[in-house]
């Protein structure tokens, strides 16, 4: 069954950086599309960033610059770093699979990973 | 950018009809897709492609798309459908996914 376990989650003081990671079974991370959503608390669903099969990245203008989307393929791992974080970057983190690509939907989510930036 | 509106909330009572409308930049040639999320859990895809369900999702729920609306119709609703309801679209011109803003299903 496919699983994706999201970790690396925390309190984080403004303007530090922090790494998380969805580790990935019965599937192949590199294959698929796959992407990081967040949800503050209280609020909506807001889509982070994308990995394309072929390794092509897109972000959110709240984080682009700041967030890089990455995967260890030795791993099956997809990862999300984060600098210069800011409160309004609190949120449960997910990562999400999107089997055929952008125009199909999630079809596999993780649990998610709260992160908190406060100082 | 690209926006997808939703009601914030809608009410229904059990064994009734609900539908959760999806507006905004809709064009109608979009493949929507429909979660629900129920509180502290991820969400879960019901409707993908404007209209087809996913394996172990119950036949009360359909989708449709047309002109600039997208709805989730639920019918023979249960006290178990209340939950949050997104949808959600790829707006291939800046490659980025948009979501609704959601509306909290309220089962009376």
């Known amino acids: 069954e496919v699983h994706l376990v999201e970790s690396g989650g925390g309190l984080i003081q403004p303007g530090g950086s922090l790494r998380l990671s969805c580790a990935a079974s019965?599937?192949?991370?590199?294959?698929?599309?796959m992407s990081w959503v967040r949800q503050a608390p209280g609020q909506g669903l807001e889509w982070v960033s994308v990995v394309y099969s072929g390794g092509t990245t897109y972000y959110a203008d709240s984080v682009k610059g700041r967030f890089t989307i990455s995967r260890d393929n030795s791993k099956n791992t997809l990862y999300l770093q984060m600098n210069s974080l800011r409160a309004e970057d609190t949120a449960v983190y997910y990562c999400a699979r999107g089997e055929g690509g952008p125009k199909l939907p999630y079809d596999y989510w993780g649990q998610g990973t709260l992160v908190t930036v406060s100082s | 950018s690209y926006v997808l509106t939703q009601p914030p909330s809608l009410s229904v009572a059990p064994g009734k009809t609900a539908r959760i409308t999806c507006g905004g930049d809709?064009?109608?040639?979009?493949?929507v897709h429909w979660y629900h999320q129920k509180p502290g859990q991820a969400p879960v895809l019901i409707v993908y492609?404007?209209?087809d369900r996913p394996s172990g999702i119950p036949e009360r729920f359909s989708g449709s798309n047309s002109g600039n609306t997208a709805t989730l119709t639920i019918s023979r609703v249960e006290a178990g459908d209340e939950a949050d309801y997104y949808c959600?679209?790829?707006?291939?011109?800046?490659?980025?996914?948009?979501f609704g803003g959601g509306t909290k299903l309220t089962v009376l």
């Open positions: 809709l064009t109608g040639g979009e493949s």
């Open positions: 959600q679209v790829w707006d291939s011109s800046s490659d980025h996914v948009i």
């Open positions: 019965e599937f192949i991370v590199s294959r698929n599309y």
């Open positions: 492609d404007n209209n």
